[in-house]
């Protein structure tokens, strides 16, 4: 079955820098969807991705779905304490499948 | 527009009992879905319901059902509970189904003894 798969699971930042976290999929996405959720909150909607080969920006955040619509990214500059949480991405239109997420701590 | 909302927010059972967990879904939301999260095995679908109607189902023992009422509010029960069902159980409802925004409600914490 379809399988997302995300990394790195951990990533710890000084604040000020950036990074980028990963999404790939076993099969071709419909679309891509991006969650975040703080520590001990729900998954909140980030955004979601449709075309092949699409780029989508929110302030520091931007986003990225393959050309191939089997992979995507999530680029964060100039890191911010505010962005400590868990990023998920989903992807499926019958099943959505959630990957295991990337885990922020911010080192301010 | 309120929220999606769930109760009970926490709740703690024995091994062998079983348990019904409530959804209210955004207004106008046909869609909810209920997900299984652990920290070891992430969030997992469990099941998706659309007009009353079962339209998907995870990877998860007959144990776990649920069902949609016509307001569209949804319950999911697990019967025979066991040690490792201890979860955050989140239901998220959209317009008209996975392939659209989710919106999660804040889920509610099941501890089995």
């Known amino acids: 079955g379809q399988q997302v798969m995300q990394i790195p699971q951990y990533q710890h930042v000084q604040e000020g820098e950036d990074f980028t976290t990963y999404c790939n999929s076993s099969?071709?996405?419909?679309?891509i969807q991006w969650y975040k959720q703080r520590p001990g909150g729900h998954p909140v909607f980030l955004i979601q991705?449709?075309?092949?080969?699409e780029v989508k920006k929110q302030k520091r955040l931007t986003f990225q779905f393959g050309e191939a619509k089997k992979n995507s990214s999530l680029h964060i500059t100039a890191t911010q304490t505010t962005d400590v949480g868990t990023y998920f991405c989903a992807g499926g239109d019958y099943k959505l499948s959630f990957g295991a997420g990337t885990t922020v701590t911010v080192r301010a | 527009k309120a929220g999606v909302t769930q109760t009970p927010r926490y709740l703690i059972k024995t091994r062998g009992q079983q348990v019904t967990l409530s959804c209210s879904p955004i207004?106008?939301?046909?869609?909810v879905s209920w997900y299984q999260q652990t920290p070891g095995q992430g969030l997992q679908f469990l099941f998706e319901?659309?007009?009353?109607?079962?339209?998907n189902k995870g990877n998860f023992p007959g144990r776990f059902s649920g069902r949609q009422f016509s307001n569209s509010r949804s319950e999911m029960n697990v019967s025979t509970l066991e040690l490792g069902d201890s979860a955050l159980y989140l239901c998220?409802?959209?317009?008209?189904?996975?392939?659209?925004?989710?919106?999660f409600g804040p889920g509610t914490r099941l501890l089995v003894l």
């Open positions: 207004s106008g939301h046909r869609s």
């Open positions: 998220a409802s959209s317009l008209g189904g996975l392939g659209e925004t989710q919106y």
């Open positions: 319901y659309f007009s009353e109607t079962q339209r």
């Open positions: 991705l449709v075309k092949s080969g």
């Open positions: 099969t071709t996405l419909s679309n």
